[in-house]
């Protein structure tokens, strides 16, 4: 399989719940991304990898806590969320951390009720 | 701060038309500029990009032109299929020591056969 694979594609959780959300990349890229995708808000950067390493956090509630085992992997793991973090969240990957090109994957979309 | 901002949505235009969507930025330099296009369901992905001004960036049909003096990068074409249907986000990015790309907040252009 090729690109960025984000699984799943939808998840409905409860305020209670914990839940995850996975991202694989197969292009042997070194620099992984999580983004926001709100209705009507720009693209929201949450978080930044590189080989593995998290070098960016921009203010992103710690209910949210990313993982990145290897350069190939990137998940987002959520507990006690609350209803505005209803979102679709996107994962992208680069060949290098500051590379200009971006490929996304189609997203997960998610709703907390 | 840098900013993008796009004409708002959504854009509706039968087969054929000439289609423009204005994007303009807020930026202290040069940054380099982007189109993405996310399709219904999917991620975005990258249509056409220019790293300097008066650069032209083209791509199945798009074109767009970096104008320093007007800080824009309007996207046209100049006969739009009911296929090119999805949100087209406009975005800047300075160099490879950052890692942050400025979306705009998308416009979404729906063609009608």
């Given at each position: 399989?090729?690109g960025?694979?984000?699984?799943p594609r939808h998840?409905?959780?409860?305020?209670?719940?914990?839940?995850?959300?996975?991202?694989e990349?197969h292009?042997?890229?070194n620099?992984?991304y999580?983004y926001?995708?709100s209705?009507?808000?720009?693209l929201?950067?949450?978080?930044?990898y590189?080989?593995?390493?998290?070098?960016?956090?921009?203010?992103?509630?710690?209910?949210?806590?990313?993982?990145?085992?290897?350069?190939?992997?990137?998940?987002?793991h959520?507990?006690?969320?609350?209803?505005?973090?209803s979102a679709?969240?996107?994962?992208?990957?680069s060949?290098?951390?500051?590379?200009?090109?971006?490929?996304?994957?189609?997203?997960?979309?998610?709703?907390v009720? | 701060g840098?900013?993008?901002?796009?004409?708002?949505?959504?854009?509706t235009?039968?087969?054929?038309a000439?289609?423009?969507i204005?994007?303009?930025y807020?930026?202290?330099g040069?940054p380099?500029?982007?189109?993405?296009?996310?399709?219904?369901g999917?991620?975005?992905q990258?249509l056409?990009k220019?790293?300097?001004?008066?650069d032209?960036?083209?791509?199945?049909?798009?074109?767009?032109?970096?104008r320093?003096?007007?800080t824009?990068?309007?996207?046209?074409k100049?006969?739009?299929?009911?296929?090119?249907?999805?949100?087209?986000?406009c975005?800047?990015k300075?160099g490879?020591s950052?890692?942050?790309?400025?979306?705009?907040?998308?416009t979404?252009?729906?063609?009608i056969?």
């Open positions: 399989e090729t960025v694979t984000q699984t998840l409905v959780m409860g305020m209670t719940n914990k839940k995850s959300l996975k991202c990349q292009l042997g890229h620099a992984m999580w926001k995708q209705a009507k808000k720009p929201e950067l949450m978080f930044v590189s080989l593995e390493e998290r070098v960016e956090n921009n203010s992103v509630p710690s209910r949210f806590s990313p993982e990145c085992p290897n350069s190939s992997h990137l998940f987002l959520l507990h006690t969320l609350q209803p505005e973090d679709l969240y996107l994962c992208a990957s060949p290098y951390r500051g590379a200009n090109v971006l490929t996304f994957g189609a997203g997960s979309r998610l709703t009720l | 840098d900013s993008v901002t796009q004409m708002e949505g959504p854009v235009l039968s087969e054929e000439f289609l423009t204005n994007c303009t807020t930026a202290t040069y380099s500029l982007f189109w993405y296009v996310q399709y219904p999917e991620g975005l990258l056409l220019a790293t300097k001004a008066d032209k960036g083209s791509n199945k049909g798009f074109e767009a032109t970096y320093k003096e007007t824009s990068f309007h996207l046209e100049g006969s739009v299929q009911v296929s090119d249907s999805a949100v087209y986000f975005a800047l300075w490879t950052y890692d942050k790309v400025i979306f705009g907040p998308g979404s252009l729906s063609v056969p």
